[in-house]
Structures are given as structure tokens and as C-alpha cells.
């Protein structure tokens, strides 16, 4: 079964920097359909998607990380990183990643295939 871990979650300042990575198991499957995303979900808030890259390199970033989050993928290695700086108390959430085809409302959706998780804390 294809399995994403995550790592690079952790607490830091504001203004401070975390580096989050996605690590898939090889897909024995056709996966060209899908794509890479990186979701959050703070307590009391709804799922959002952060950042999206497809699999010619087309990226999405919410607004409320623009300028500050870059997410970059190595398809041959089957991974995803989001390199996230000047981070803000409100950046604060667990965060996914996803390897879907479809955008998600849920974290995690009932499709595709996500991460555990990985919690993310910026103190002020």
C-alpha cells in the first residue's frame, strides 16, 4: 500500500523558519492524474490547502502564505517539500500532505493518499 511519511514539523518563533518533507513509497500505479499539495488544519478551523505544485511544476499558494511558503518536489524520489519562512502565530496547524487528485475539504479526504500529519507551532 502507498505510504507518505512526513517530517520537518516542530515549534518555532515568529519570524522563524521550518522545513516540512513528504517521503511517498513507490506508486505502483499510474499517478500522471494527481498531484502535490500540502494542507492545514488549526483547531477550530477548516481544513485548508496551503500549496499545490502539479506535475509539470504549476504551483498554487493560498494567499495568506504567499511570499513566504515555497513548495518544490522531486518526482523521481517521490517526494514534496514546503520550505515555509517568516512564519506567523497563525501558521500554526497540523499539517498534510497529499498526494491526490482532487482538492480536498477534509483533512484528510477519504481519497488519495495523505500523511500522518505533522504539528507545526509558532509562538509570538
Known amino acids: 500500500d502507498v505510504q507518505l511519511v512526513e517530517s520537518g514539523g516542530g515549534s518555532v518563533q515568529a519570524g522563524g523558519s521550518l522545513r516540512l518533507s513528504c517521503i511517498a513509497s513507490r506508486f505502483t500505479f499510474d499517478d500522471s492524474d494527481m498531484a502535490w499539495h500540502w494542507y492545514r488544519q488549526a483547531p477550530g478551523h477548516e481544513c485548508e490547502l496551503v500549496s499545490r505544485?502539479?506535475?509539470?511544476?504549476?504551483?498554487f499558494y493560498a494567499d495568506s502564505v504567499k511570499g513566504r511558503f515555497t513548495i518544490s518536489q522531486d518526482n523521481a524520489k517521490n517526494t514534496v517539500a514546503l520550505q515555509m519562512s517568516s512564519l506567523k502565530p497563525e501558521d500554526t496547524a497540523v499539517y498534510y500532505c497529499?498526494?491526490?487528485?482532487?482538492?480536498?475539504?477534509?483533512?484528510?479526504?477519504?481519497?488519495?493518499?495523505w500523511g500522518q500529519g505533522t504539528q507545526v507551532t509558532v509562538s509570538s
Open positions: 505544485i502539479s506535475n509539470d511544476g504549476d504551483t
Open positions: 497529499a498526494r491526490t487528485t482532487y482538492i480536498a475539504t477534509l483533512c484528510p479526504a477519504v481519497f488519495g493518499y
